[in-house]
């Protein structure tokens, strides 16, 4: 059957309508992980102050349990039940501001962190960027060090000498420098490829993060962790409620199977684990495009039907279903197409 959708704000408005808090009825065997980046003004890239605030303030008075990334992602490795109303911060690069004023209040808030970083602003000592020392005394704290390469190219550009090389030489010296070697890995920009991913299995590292939308859960793909951005423009409330109350939508069979794209046209498709129930209101909405997409659906097999070809970079394609007690069930995939794609 074909499926046409609401618009896309009165969709989320219906999400957002509909969304209430982490119930003891949810077991909780999922990790909704918030990614931010920049803290205060910067041109709409980072997320202002008092929206950093609002979110610290609501997971402290929500009764939400944030945990070590190390430690949520061993437990769900495991099949083990998380605390209730579980969740993960990472912050991406070593932006001044995360030292200046992400820190700062994470530290009196008692909240620990990822933070994925780039080696070479800290061996170069770029102005507006963190030092060597100032990461070790985060690191002493407690806040875990993830690795987002040397230089944050684009990986899928790269030959796999200088994907292997932006790999180790990253690893080696943050170990240099905080005495053990990152465990996570976040790709630049969220993007990556077979060959990418190939690479990251093979760097020592135990996991890999990208920039999708989307909840971890204990099936999740470990080479590419859904993560929800945060900032300016995605910071507000509504949205950051929606994202720490959000469930998985787990799937197999998911097209593409290598998200760099040659064509601006893919099959993208899922097939949707009968535990989610029924499919009648799941709903995928494209960034390029203002409305719902069209699905077929045949049985438990989902195809998407994309309105128009994609355009050259980045795409995200988010699908939500409603799940148990107002919660969402979300599955985000970040498409990249190459300049010329077909």
Known sequence: ???????????????????????????????????????????????????????????????WSVLPLSEALAALRERRTLPERSLAITIDGTHESVFLEAWPRLK???????????????????????????????????????????????????????????????RRRIEAEIGRPAAFFAYPYGEW???????????????AFGQ????????????????FPMNEAQGGMTRFLVAINALPLPVTGLEPADPALSSARPEIGFT???????????????????????LDIDGRRVAVRLARDLPAGRTRVNCTVPGPDGHWRWLGLQLHLAKGGQ
């Open 1 to 63: 059957m074909t499926i046409n959708r609401p618009t896309l704000r009165a969709a989320f408005a219906l999400i957002c309508g509909a969304m209430t808090v982490a119930s003891p009825a949810v077991a909780w065997d999922h990790l909704p992980v918030l990614a931010y980046g920049r803290f205060g003004a910067d041109g709409g890239r980072g997320i202002r102050i008092e929206q950093f605030e609002a979110h610290l303030a609501e997971i402290t008075s929500g009764g």
């Open 108 to 170: 009196r808030a008692g909240l620990p962190a990822t933070l994925f970083v780039t080696t070479n602003a800290l061996d170069r000592a770029v102005p507006g960027y963190m030092s060597w020392a100032q990461l070790r005394e985060m690191a002493e704290s407690g806040i875990e060090i993830g690795s987002l390469t040397v230089a944050h190219p684009h990986l899928a550009d790269q030959s796999p000498a200088r994907i292997a090389e932006e790999l180790a030489q990253a």
């Open 193 to 207: 490829n077979a060959g990418v991913r190939d690479a990251v299995v093979g760097s020592g590292h135990v996991a």
């Open 212 to 227: 999708q939308s989307g909840v971890v859960h204990a099936g999740s793909d470990w080479w590419a962790l859904p993560r």
């Open 272 to 294: 949707v684990e009968p535990a989610v129930g029924a499919l009648d209101r799941l709903a995928c909405f494209a960034s390029n495009e203002t409305g719902p997409l069209d």
